[in-house]
C-alpha cells in the first residue's frame, strides 16, 4: 500500500530485514519455467505459420503478413503461458502490507486456485 516504504532503498532493506535475502527472488522460479513454454510456443506458431504464407504468396510474403504471424504467435505464447504468469504474480504480491503469506510455493498456488477459482482461475 502506499506510504509503506519511505523510497527504493527503505523497500530493500524491509525486504531483507523481515524475509531475507530470499525475499527479493519470490516468484522466480514460476518466471523461469514461464520462460519456455512462452519462447518455444512462440518460434514453433511462428515458423509454422510463415512457411504457410511463404508457401501462399510463393516467396516471400509481405511485411503486414508477418507483423500479423507475429502478433499471432505472440498472443498464443502468452495463452500457453499466463498460468505461470499468474503463479509468478501471486507469489511477488503475498505479503504486502504485512499480511501474511498466503502461498508456500508455485505448486501450492496452483492448488489453491483451482480450489478457489476454478481452473480457468
Known amino acids: 500500500p502506499a506510504g509503506t516504504y519511505a523510497g527504493i532503498f527503505d523497500c530493500a532493506s524491509q525486504i531483507a530485514r523481515k524475509e531475507g535475502f530470499s525475499g527479493f527472488y519470490r516468484g522466480i522460479v ?3 519455467f514461464g520462460i519456455l513454454p512462452y ?3 512462440d518460434i514453433a506458431v511462428f515458423e ?3 512457411k504457410e504464407l511463404v508457401a501462399h504468396y510463393g516467396g516471400e510474403p509481405p511485411g503486414w ?5 507475429g502478433m499471432f504467435a505472440s498472443v498464443c505464447a502468452q495463452l500457453v503461458s499466463y498460468p505461470l504468469a499468474l503463479a509468478r504474480t501471486r507469489l511477488q504480491a503475498q505479503g504486502m502490507g504485512g499480511e501474511a503469506n498466503k ?3 508455485m505448486v501450492d498456488v496452483f492448488a489453491q486456485t ?3 477459482e476454478g481452473v480457468l482461475g
Open 114 to 116: 483451482v480450489k478457489r
Open 39 to 41: 519462447a518455444g510456443t
Open 48 to 50: 509454422a505459420l510463415k
Open 30 to 32: 514460476p518466471s523461469m
Open 65 to 69: 503478413a508477418v507483423m500479423g504471424t
Open 103 to 105: 502461498y508456500s510455493g
